[in-house]
């Protein structure tokens, strides 16, 4: 395994909904898109400019930087393993690189004014780029503006940004996990029948990518039946009442899917839904529990480690003067039972006793 990512498991931290919103995109998909928008609208895949394999992920290293560059990464939250990991990553691309890294993060969760608030003190310490993890695809563009102003490179991580003067971006596209979704729904639920779908929250635009994604590729298989789609902010507990009530009124229910593995723990399933196929995205200590014991039959890779990586990776290569790809998207390998301890699922580990204080 590359020694880059530690292989122990951490014990994961309670994720509130306000905590999650900012893992995988934006909260608001009401805003019309403009034509320059390069962010994707909610039911597209997102454009990239590189779709990396997960060898080619396992096998990148940042490159060497050519003078010790100063850097700062914006995280929108440190509350939660997802966001623990980014910072990992990112930690282990700067001492690969050779440059500082300092990682500045708002209490909670950063809402998009707070974060432009931020960009003010962080600009006034001079940092040579800024790698952003945006609060909202719209609301967090005036970071990149005043960074902009001062001649500051911004590399984007985790959700498009509405903004054509990000430096490059890395992420992952929600629509597609959605559709990865449903193929591994499929493969583990070959019979079909009717299931449950937990999406949510309602306003936001990762969500809903997902759902959509899943849906269409859905759409192609009508043996399969989605008799309910509740929706709730990233809460188990909603999330276990959302299925108890859908499964109530349709009983012989033969899956789930859900769009984030906190919407509805798959441990706390009644019994009798128990060992029924479940897939779901995300992979951290907690998931890999429940894979172990069968409560859940797959999950899909959201890169916890490595997209804090690649971002810091692609903001030495533009301030080394490079071309970075604008884009990046990274793979979403699904995961078993079988792949616990392999080195695709362990590139999403942190080292037991990090703390991204």
């Known amino acids: 395994m590359?020694?880059?990512?530690?292989?122990?498991?951490?014990?994961?931290?309670?994720?509130?909904?306000?905590?999650?919103?900012?893992?995988?995109?934006?909260?608001?998909p009401g805003k019309p898109k403009a034509d320059n928008d390069p962010a994707?609208?909610?039911?597209?895949?997102?454009t990239c400019d590189q779709n990396m394999?997960?060898?080619?992920?396992?096998?990148?290293?940042?490159?060497?930087?050519?003078?010790?560059?100063?850097?700062?990464?914006?995280?929108?939250?440190?509350?939660?393993?997802?966001?623990?990991a980014n910072v990992y990553g990112a930690q282990q691309a700067a001492k690969e690189a050779g440059i500082d890294l300092t990682v500045d993060a708002g209490k909670g969760y950063a809402s998009p004014a707070i974060q432009v608030n931020q960009a003010d003190s962080v600009l006034a310490r001079d940092p040579d780029a800024l790698v952003l993890f945006p609060a909202d695809v719209h609301g967090s563009v005036p970071v990149v503006a005043k960074a902009k102003a001062r001649n500051v490179p911004v590399v984007v991580l985790g959700t498009p940004l509405a903004s054509n003067d990000v430096a490059a971006s890395v992420i992952q596209d929600d629509y597609t996990l959605g559709q990865i979704g449903a193929q591994q729904l499929m493969k583990a639920a070959p019979e079909g029948g009717p299931g449950i779908l937990i999406g949510g929250p309602a306003n936001a635009t990762w969500s809903l990518a997902r759902v959509q994604g899943f849906k269409d590729e859905m759409k192609k298989h009508p043996e399969y039946k989605i008799v309910a789609e509740p929706t709730q902010p990233v809460d188990p507990a909603q999330g276990l009442t959302d299925f108890t009530a859908a499964a109530q009124t349709n009983p012989d229910i033969k899956w789930v899917y859900s769009v984030f593995y906190y919407q509805l723990l798959p441990d706390s399933l009644?019994?009798?839904?128990?060992?029924?196929?479940?897939?779901?995205?995300?992979?951290?200590?907690?998931?890999?529990?429940?894979?172990?014991?069968?409560?859940?039959?797959?999950?899909?890779?959201?890169?916890?480690?490595?997209?804090?990586?690649?971002?810091?990776?692609?903001?030495?290569?533009?301030?080394?003067?490079?071309?970075?790809?604008?884009t990046t998207c990274l793979p979403a390998p699904a995961l078993t039972k079988t792949d616990i301890g392999s080195p695709t699922a362990d590139f999403d580990l942190y080292p037991e006793g990090f703390t991204a204080g």
């Open 40 to 46: 994707p609208k909610v039911g597209e895949a997102a």
């Open 53 to 84: 394999s997960e060898d080619e992920l396992l096998a990148f290293k940042a490159p060497k930087a050519k003078k010790r560059y100063k850097v700062t990464l914006m995280e929108v939250s440190l509350a939660g393993y997802y966001y623990q």
């Open 270 to 326: 009644p019994s009798k839904y128990k060992g029924i196929p479940f897939v779901t995205t995300g992979y951290e200590p907690a998931a890999i529990k429940s894979l172990e014991n069968g409560s859940l039959t797959t999950t899909a890779s959201v890169q916890n480690v490595s997209i804090g990586y690649m971002a810091v990776a692609r903001t030495v290569a533009v301030l080394n003067g490079d071309n970075p790809p604008k």
């Open 2 to 28: 590359n020694n880059r990512r530690g292989t122990a498991l951490c014990v994961a931290a309670v994720i509130g909904s306000s905590l999650v919103l900012g893992a995988c995109g934006s909260n608001d």
